[in-house]
């Protein structure tokens, strides 16, 4: 499969506990986004790499979510001290240099009970 | 107000019917417009992509974007039943924004035999 590979597709975690998901983007895909959506709304924008770089960060991103894409391959999401309000689908993205088509993978659903 | 807005519907039709699902939006720095489905628990799936105003054509599927009125549609001919998802329009500007996508809501539909 040449796809975006998401890694949990599940994860279930008590509040104040640590979680980090993990996006493995399509190859020579040289940007990398991560999107967050809950139930009956869009995907949210939260931030993007282009290589190793991280460009941009949403307002979203609380200083509890920190994300890494070391050697501009693969990247993590970690969120610090879970709340409630973390339990959402995280998405990740990859596109390839100037073109706007971006092509998600299947999703990090997070519960945090 | 939000800067996309799509009717979040549900929307039912019969096998065979043509669906019409609309977004608007108030950013006019937006240059790039997709239209994704998405099924259950799954990841979007991109369906189309357009530069400007125009129309594009893909099979069943067809793209209009009228950037004068802020205003893009997806039309299905021929609706069916597996064409039952949740569809995302999702844009994107140029320069800094180049790639961040703004998703409308979605629209709900559902295609019977």
């Known amino acids: 499969d040449t796809g975006v590979s998401q890694d949990p597709r599940h994860k279930i975690t008590k509040r104040g506990q640590n979680v980090t998901f993990r996006c493995d983007p399509i190859s020579e895909h040289n940007r990398l986004y991560w999107y967050r959506q809950t139930l009956g709304q869009g995907p949210e924008f939260l931030t993007y790499f282009q290589n190793e770089a991280q460009l941009e960060k949403s307002r979203l991103l609380s200083d509890r979510f920190s994300a890494e894409r070391p050697k501009g391959s693969f990247s993590t999401l970690e969120i610090q001290r879970t709340e409630q309000g973390d339990s959402a689908m995280y998405l990740c993205a990859s596109s390839y240099g100037g073109n706007t088509e971006a092509f998600f993978g299947q999703g990090t659903r997070l519960t945090v009970v | 107000q939000k800067e996309v807005e799509q009717d979040p519907g549900p929307l039912s039709v019969p096998e065979g019917a043509i669906v019409s699902l609309n977004c608007t939006y108030s950013n006019s720095a937006f240059q790039y417009f997709m239209w994704y489905r998405q099924y259950s628990r799954k990841g979007p799936e991109l369906l189309m992509y357009?530069?400007?105003?125009g129309n594009k054509e893909d099979g069943r599927f067809t793209a209009q974007v009228d950037k004068s009125s802020k205003y893009i549609s997806l039309f299905i001919r021929d609706s069916q039943p597996s064409d039952s998802a949740t569809y995302l329009c999702a844009m994107s500007g140029g320069g800094t924004s180049y790639g961040k996508l703004t998703f409308g809501q979605g629209t709900i539909l559902t295609v019977h035999p």
């Open positions: 357009t530069y400007s105003s």
